[in-house]
């Protein structure tokens, strides 16, 4: 499975993105979904995760309210859409695969990433 991401950018406090994640070379239903983010000098953190279907999603506290994280398995693509953003959300964001069809958070339980967009909020 190939993980493709785009969207990111630099963006004002405050402001808005939408990332994308395109998977190929697999089953995209057959996958939970995750988005991570690492930040200069810190470890990679989970930020969101959706299960195989959809229907289930998770949330880090420290972006609740602001990311919503979504999937179309039709297109097999997985959504992060950010606002509200803080200049510590500044990271590099990025997705991956599980063949664990329920919501998972641990790096461990991944099996595919993609090489990452960078997000950058400064004014």
């Known amino acids: 499975v190939q993980l493709v991401e785009s969207g990111g950018g630099l963006v004002q406090p405050g402001g808005s993105l939408r990332l994308s994640c395109v998977a190929s070379?697999?089953?995209?239903?057959?996958?939970?979904m995750g988005w991570f983010r690492q930040a200069p000098g810190k470890e990679r953190e989970s930020v969101a995760a959706?299960?195989?279907?959809?229907?289930?999603?998770y949330y880090a506290d420290s972006v609740k309210g602001r990311f919503t994280i979504s999937r179309d398995n039709a297109k097999s693509t997985v959504y992060l859409q950010i606002s509200s953003l803080k200049p510590e959300d500044t990271a590099v964001y990025s997705c991956a695969a599980s063949r664990i069809l329920r919501v998972v958070t641990t790096v461990e339980s991944y099996d595919y990433w993609g090489q990452g967009t960078q997000v950058t909020v400064s004014s």
């Open positions: 959706i299960n195989y279907s959809g229907w289930n999603t």
């Open positions: 070379g697999g089953t995209f239903s057959r996958y939970a």
